[in-house]
T-cell receptor, first 116, second 114 residues
Framework: GAVVSQHPSRVICKSGTSVKIECRSL??????MFWYRQFPKQSLMLMAT?????????EQGVEKDKFLINHASLTLSTLTVTSAHPEDSSFYIC????????????FGNGTRLTVT | KQEVTQIPAALSVPEGENLVLNCSFT??????LQWFRQDPGKGLTSLLL?????REQTSGRLNASLDKSSGRSTLYIAASQPGDSATYLC?????????????FGEGTQLTVNP
């Protein structure tokens, strides 16, 4: 079945540094990728939607200059957390969809970010 | 704006029991609905996908139903096992003015006791 690979699974960084998270669709072309954030014991919150070759659409309250999303190809999207702070510590999950509106969404295994 | 609600928030049952998880959504104009499982600290595993034209889907001990007109879905788990313990999330995929999006419920945390 379709697989989405997310890397790294865990990252610890110091406050003020930037962290890049990669999301790859391994056996299908992902025209749309979604980035979610999950705080402990809460559901996933959509941060942004990215379409290949165009700028990402950010949800209200998500700083686009802080969470940089690049969807340069049909198989790769990246999320860069710039100048990370402890409050950015969270679980980040990407998902990818194929070209049809009724395509199932496939999820990466998530990235646990800890900012010290 | 689509809103998804899951009831109950938590459920604890003895092994072997059949159980039902509920999901409701406010905008019935959906493309599809998915049920996911999430183990602590892990990503999501897709369990069942129901297209808007379908009424139910089955996979092993799992059966998901969809009543689009009333904005409801249920996930039925037969003969529950301790390994079924996880958080179950339902999510609906629909088109909004800002684009297509997947909206999640808050999840039901299931514990199956041996």
């Amino acid at each position: 079945g379709a697989v989405v690979s997310q890397h790294p699974s865990r990252v610890i960084c110091k406050s003020g540094t930037s962290v890049k998270i990669e999301c790859r669709s391994l056996d299908f072309q992902a025209t749309t990728m979604f980035w979610y954030r999950q705080f402990p014991k809460q559901s996933l919150m959509l941060m942004a939607t990215s379409n290949e070759g165009s700028k990402a659409t950010y949800e209200q309250g998500v700083e686009k200059d802080k969470f940089l999303i690049n969807h340069a190809s049909l198989t790769l999207s990246t999320l860069t957390v710039t100048s990370a702070h402890p409050e950015d510590s969270s679980f980040y999950i990407c998902s990818a969809a194929g070209g049809y509106y009724n395509s199932p969404l496939h999820f990466g295994n998530g990235t646990r970010l800890t900012v010290t | 704006k689509q809103e998804v609600t899951q009831i109950p928030a938590a459920l604890s049952v003895p092994e072997g029991e059949n159980l039902v998880l509920n999901c409701s959504f406010t905008d019935s104009a959906i493309y599809n609905l998915q049920w996911f499982r999430q183990d602590p600290g892990k990503g999501l595993t897709s369990l069942l996908l129901i297209q808007s034209s379908q009424r139910e889907q089955t996979s092993g001990r799992l059966n998901a139903s969809l009543d689009k007109s009333s904005g409801r879905s249920t996930l039925y788990i037969a003969a529950s096992q301790p390994g079924d313990s996880a958080t179950y999330l339902c999510a609906v995929f629909n088109q909004e003015t800002s684009g297509s999006r997947l909206t999640f419920g808050e999840g039901t945390q299931l514990t199956v006791n041996p």
